[in-house]
């Protein structure tokens, strides 16, 4: 597999026979950590007090679409616009910083945005990229993000803890890890009656020989395209695109471009050999439980108490919101014979849909004790299985029992993947973007368990 061609002159100026990738990295850690030296902390890392600690000007200004370096004989000047998100100012303030690494950079204006002048412009732009995500995370969770399996999950959590854009993340992790990966950056295009994504720029881990080349067209049938909003995420095993192998894609939607209605989308690419295919296991995607991805006959599983009829909060309140024939008819069934944990009832809603309410909730309100009923929901997931089985459907809910319900996901995960996932039912959860997933203390978790087998 061919290395980068570096033929843009900046780039070639910066690092002459090195490699401009490390080079771009050592010349960023250099200015890192002399403005930690002087007090510069995080996380999070803020580069407007790093700018300012670097002697630039920084004006505000609604006049440019996302942040500009005007060079100057004194101070350095960078304009950004306060209106975007706030991670993506962070990200193009470092962005415009990175710009002053390059040893011809007061030649002209330089303007972050997808539009490149010279056909070789996307190698400055890599690297300004590379030096933002090494300024927002100069020192990331290198145990985490080395030799653990990369999820886009993962690098959610660790965006919310770092407080910096996706991009950054997984700039930084494409750097660290020593898994075989490719990531890539892309934006929806349109050119007449075609709709496609382009590929903006593509990075390769050490050990990847996976290779996408900047402008690479992919169709919008692709997986990019279930990226619909912003923190959704999508996996799929597919040709990307014309000629290249099957490979295992997981995207995040994230902020458009200006003038755009169609997030970006970032995207993992991993590789799989016989001796790596990864066991069957639950498959966690951000988006909204009901709206299911994929096709075939699907089922929206959610968990009800044995003594509210309502349905006035939580997931079931949604279901009952986008269904109500769902809530009606279940409660036709609860008045006819009161429900009792370890009962469910099914509803189905479309000819490939069907919403499974399982009773393995004690009660409602506030409780010392979590409400969730384990032996009762391992019965419920048991009749599930089989119906699953019999119409050959996969499965689609969000953290069910984590919620109102005081259960720990933990154990819950287990019970379903033991249950479901083991025994070949395809499985769903989907978190909310934005929605934080907590973490239970094991003690806590232990007395919990005791007290839900009683």
């Known amino acids: 597999m061919k290395e980068i061609q570096w033929t843009n002159p900046s780039v070639k100026k910066l690092a002459g026979k090195e490699d401009p990738i490390q080079t771009i990295i050592e010349k960023t850690r250099s200015i890192v950590l002399e403005a930690m030296d002087n007090g510069w902390q995080g996380p999070p890392f803020d580069p407007l007090i790093l700018a300012k600690h670097l002697g630039f000007v920084i004006i505000p200004t609604g006049d440019i679409l996302d942040a500009r370096l005007i060079p100057s004989e004194e101070n350095d000047q960078i304009e950004y616009n306060p209106n975007r998100a706030r991670t993506r100012i962070k990200f193009s303030i470092a962005h415009e910083i990175a710009h002053t690494l390059f040893p011809d950079y007061k030649k002209g204006i330089h303007h972050?945005?997808?539009?490149?002048v010279g056909?070789?412009?996307?190698?400055?732009?890599l690297l300004c990229n590379i030096a933002a995500g090494e300024i927002l995370m100069p020192f990331g969770p290198e145990t985490d993000l080395q030799n653990n399996p990369i999820t886009m999950n993962m690098l959610v959590e660790i965006q919310k803890q770092y407080d910096v854009s996706m991009e950054s993340v997984l700039l930084r992790m494409v750097k660290i890890t020593n898994q075989p990966i490719t990531i890539f950056a892309a934006s929806r295009i349109k050119e007449e009656k075609e709709s496609e994504y382009r590929v903006d720029y593509a990075i390769r881990s050490s050990t990847s020989n996976m290779d996408i080349k900047p402008g690479t067209r992919i169709s919008s049938e692709k997986v990019l395209a279930e990226c619909t909003g912003i923190g959704f995420t999508a996996k799929r095993r597919e040709k990307l695109f014309d000629g290249c192998p099957e490979w295992d894609i997981e995207c995040v939607g994230i902020p458009p471009y200006p003038n755009s209605i169609?997030?970006?989308?970032?995207g993992i690419v991993k590789t799989r050999t016989k001796s790596t295919l990864?066991?069957?296991s639950i498959k966690y995607l951000r988006g909204d439980a009901t709206e299911p991805r994929g096709t075939g006959f699907k089922i929206i599983v959610h968990i009800a108490n044995d003594e509210s009829k309502k349905w006035g909060r939580g997931f079931g309140f949604a279901i009952s919101k986008k269904w109500p024939v769902v809530r009606t008819e279940f409660v036709k069934?609860?008045?006819?014979?009161?429900?009792?944990?370890g009962t469910s009832h099914k509803t189905q809603v479309s000819d490939n849909l069907l919403v499974f309410s399982m009773i393995a909730q004690h009660g409602y309100g506030k409780s010392s004790v979590p409400r969730i009923r384990y032996r009762h929901l391992r019965t419920c997931l048991e009749e599930l299985f089989f119906i699953?089985?019999?119409?050959?459907?996969?499965?689609?809910?969000?953290r069910i029992g984590t919620g109102f319900a005081g259960g720990d996901w933990n154990i819950i995960s287990e019970l379903i993947d033991q249950i479901l996932v083991k025994r070949g039912i395809q499985v769903t959860v989907y978190d909310l973007p934005g929605r934080e997933i907590h973490k239970v203390n094991q003690t806590i978790l232990d007395f919990v368990e005791k007290v839900a087998m009683k």
């Open 112 to 116: 972050r945005s997808r539009q490149h």
């Open 119 to 125: 056909v070789d412009d996307w190698q400055l732009e």
């Open 262 to 266: 169609y997030p970006r989308v970032l």
């Open 278 to 280: 990864e066991p069957l």
């Open 333 to 341: 069934w609860a008045l006819s014979a009161k429900p009792k944990l």
């Open 388 to 398: 699953a089985q019999n119409n050959s459907a996969s499965v689609h809910m969000p």
